[in-house]
């Protein structure tokens, strides 16, 4: 009895307008005021600046008073060599942490979710949730100790064992595969955590079913799981293609070094030396923008690809 | 009754909330005088220079990061300067810290929110310039230096040294006084050259192959280093000694330089493509590259595992710690010359008579640059310097029986000097310590530097110093800043050290190329606009 009068009340507020509901549930949205202030004062405010790169500024100048110079900076960037090295190095080192790295954790949480006695599986998720609160200064730090050429300890073993040194850091081909198996290593266990809440969510008699039609071990994982999480998937990919473009500053710099500046420059570490170091912050503005322009871009392709091959999207 | 009232509360705090989101991010009232407002004007008694009200000023130290001490800009030391000097004439001394790996960051961030220290100061000229550019330096009005700075002016005027600060017809820099230290030096193992059985070098030729024998009788261990060596910094590698002698005037203005490095000069490919030679044979670091910070290249040195060391003497740190892990390692000096090749001096690039570079906020009240100069003219006071450079007598130095000062490194009472004995706050009037004679500074510089039973290794740097003084200069001085230097520099640094590391790791056979290449790629990069500006400013200056 109670269940028809809520029905039909619901069909029949969908006509009531948007005052209806503010007045109703006012509560609720005065407490929803407070992130939408927050997103507009942190995320849409600061936007303001980006007037900056179509302007000439200056620091002492400030905002208002700096010269608009229209698509100049645009066309400084665009013509220099240093911006296109970034620009490749990114989409480079990027392209092979997605290739790399977007699978590891889903493999992670696909053999996390399968280990049966619970002690070891949560000592195991523990150990790999660790790298990822250790900053990339420690973790570069503790790289060069262990790959340096000539003292590393890693090179060392191998000269004792008759083998060749490996200039994993101060060669560019070792370089780049290096930098992308520690960003691998720091980040999957990190990454297993959505992967192993969206498997929960899966209804447990569709294993049970499945046991009884005689499914193995990888079958369940091939027919129910995988299938179970496809939609996270598709939507942690649309997330990091949007990322792309961008780079972590961190991580380049403290792991790059003078010898292989040609492979480890990104944008990041760029958009550091030549706007923070030398002061251009209009030119850096204009880098930033083309770099967020052009994630928008390929999120906004990737979703719309995305529901054409019949997924959910994001938006 | 009970819910309405949680009601309340929690529309009140959500409202408190978001006003307190919006009003963090408000825009600030526009502040034009960094400091305090309660500053008025004029409110300064001419005849006894007390203030009526309260003055804050707002004085620049350098954080350099040091571990173990006090926070620079509240310690004993701005306590006794407030106690001292800001007490007794109504002012308020407040530090503000500077990073010193990021200082003009720092400070243009500062000059951006209106919040810069009433001192801009820098140490080298080019970028004090890059200030004034900028429209942050006031004019200094020299009577009214004379009037609260009469000695810090006097001592300008003795030295001669507010030419420098004159831009464009006007004074807006006044100077710190530079007495030389003797204390960069590079130093070689005299145990290992005594088992190789070789006497000191004393030009390039001998000294590499001192550094061959070195590596063959692998001194140091299996991973013997014959010469340490570490990424230069981005903007030192001058080249002195491979510079021709006397330098052409015009040279010396386009490519001595203390912010950007001439790579494609002469002298500086003569000297990479040494280092390249010597990186080849195994005689430097042959991971120098990854060492930025020369923490690897002083760690070989200290370890026994490097046999030459080059860098600024220190008390402890260096020596001591050597000592510790080869107990029987003795030192020498190693001679400028040995770094000298065919045909050349033992060059060096000489200071300008001047230390830190001293300028007034543009922001700055009348009374707040009154109040600084005051600060300037109590520091300079010998009393007052004695004490800022020493300490208290019995607790951080002792007098010795010649009636200079003998520093105590290890107290660490509550009184302790900041790091390098409080150089980061008196660096507003000189640049070291002086005792009145070149005798008298050697000597408190061979305690103040060397370890006991080391004192002659800065006596025979001063020797070499005062021998070979004539052969050095200073970088050229322009009466205009030049612009492109502050907007390219960084870039050119960045490039420098990555062009350097693989012009010295190349093959010697690939070298002319390599170098050609980048030296294109240099120019590019905006060392042709440096050049070009410089060029004009030069025939201008001379016409």
Known sequence: MELKPTAHKTVKSMKKGFMYYVKRDWQLYLLLIIPIAMVIVFKYFPMAGLVIAFKDYKILKGFMGSEWVGFKNFVEIFSNKDFYRALRNTLTLNGLDLLLGFPMPIILALMLNEIRSLWFKKINQTL??????????????????????????????????????????????HWVFTYVFIGIWQSMGWGTII??????????????????????????????????????????????????????????????NPIVKEVSSVIATYVYSAGIQAQKYSLTTAVGLFQSVVGLILVLVSDWISKKIGDEGLL | MRRKSTRTVFVILSLLLVAVLLAACGTDT??????????????????????????TIQIPVYDRGVEGLPPVDDNYWTRWIQKEFGDKNNITVEYVAIPRSDEVNKFNMLLAAGDAPDIIFHY???????????????????????????????????????????????????FASRPTAYNWLTMIRQDWLDKVNMSMPTNLDEYINVLRAFRDNKLGGPNTIPAAHRLPYPNGY????????????????????????????????????????????????????????????????????????????????????????????????LPATAGVPKGGVPAERA????????????????????????????MIQPDVLFTLQNGIE?????????????????????????????????????????????????????????????????????????????????????????????????????????????LVMCDPS?????????CKEYLDAGFQKIIDQKKEAYERMKK
């Open chain 1, 128 to 173: 790999l949730y660790l790298p990822h609160f250790l900053s990339w200064v420690i973790i570069a730090g503790v790289a060069y100790q262990l790959l340096q050429p000539g003292t590393g300890l890693v090179n060392v073993l191998l000269r004792n064992m008759g083998l060749k040194e490996v200039p994993f850091l101060t060669e560019n081909t």
């Open chain 1, 195 to 256: 992967y192993l809440a969206s498997i929960t969510s899966i209804n447990p008699e569709l294993y049970d079913s499945a046991t009884i039609d005689g499914a193995g071990r990888w079958g369940k994982i091939r027919y129910i799981t995988l299938p179970g999480i496809r939609s996270t998937i598709t939507m942690l990919l649309i997330i990091n293609l949007g990322r792309i473009m961008g780079s972590s500053f961190e991580r380049a710099h403290s792991l790059g």
């Open chain 2, 30 to 55: 526009p502040k034009t005088t960094p400091g305090n407002e309660t500053t008025p004007t004029g409110a300064a008694l001419e005849d006894d220079k007390v203030f009526k009200n309260r003055v």
């Open chain 2, 124 to 174: 080298d000229f080019p970028a004090a310039v890059a200030y004034y550019d900028a429209g942050a330096i006031q004019k200094i009005d020299i009577d009214m230096l004379k009037q609260y700075a009469p000695t810090y002016y006097q001592k300008n005027v003795d030295l001669d040294m507010l030419k420098y600060g004159v831009l464009d017809g006007e004074q807006y820099f006044i």
């Open chain 2, 238 to 333: 001058f080249a002195n000694a491979y510079r021709p002698y006397p330098i052409p005037e015009e040279e010396l203005a386009l490519y001595s330089d203390l912010s950007v490095v001439a790579l494609t000069w002469e002298p500086v490919k003569q000297n990479i493509k040494t280092d390249n030679l010597l990186w080849n044979e195994g005689l430097i670091s042959q991971n120098f590259a990854l060492d930025s910070d020369g923490t690897k290249a002083k760690a070989d040195f200290v370890n026994g595992v490097a046999g030459v060391y080059g860098d600024y003497l220190t008390k402890e740190g260096i020596i001591d710690v050597l000592l510790s892990n080869v107990p029987d390692a003795k030192l020498s000096l």
């Open chain 2, 351 to 378: 200071y300008w008579p001047f230390g830190m570079i001293i300028g007034f906020n543009s922001a700055s009240s009348e009374d707040e640059v009154k109040a600084t100069m005051m600060l300037l003219e109590w």
């Open chain 2, 394 to 502: 019995g607790k951080t130095y002792t007098m010795g029986e010649d009636g200079l000062p003998v520093a105590i490194g290890d107290y660490k009472g509550e009184e302790r000097m900041n790091y390098n004995s409080n150089k980061d706050m008196w660096c507003l009037v000189i640049e070291g310590k002086d005792y009145g004679s070149e005798e008298a500074n050697l000597k408190v510089q061979m305690t103040t530097f060397a370890p006991d039973g080391f004192e002659y290794l800065i006596k025979d740097r001063y020797e070499e110093c005062i021998a070979n003084q004539k052969y050095w200069y200073t970088d050229f001085l322009f009466d205009v800043g030049i612009p492109a230097v502050s907007e390219y520099k960084s870039i050119l640094q960045e490039k420098f050290q990555e062009y350097y590391t693989a």
């Open chain 2, 510 to 518: 690939e070298f002319d190329a390599l170098y050609e290449k980048y």
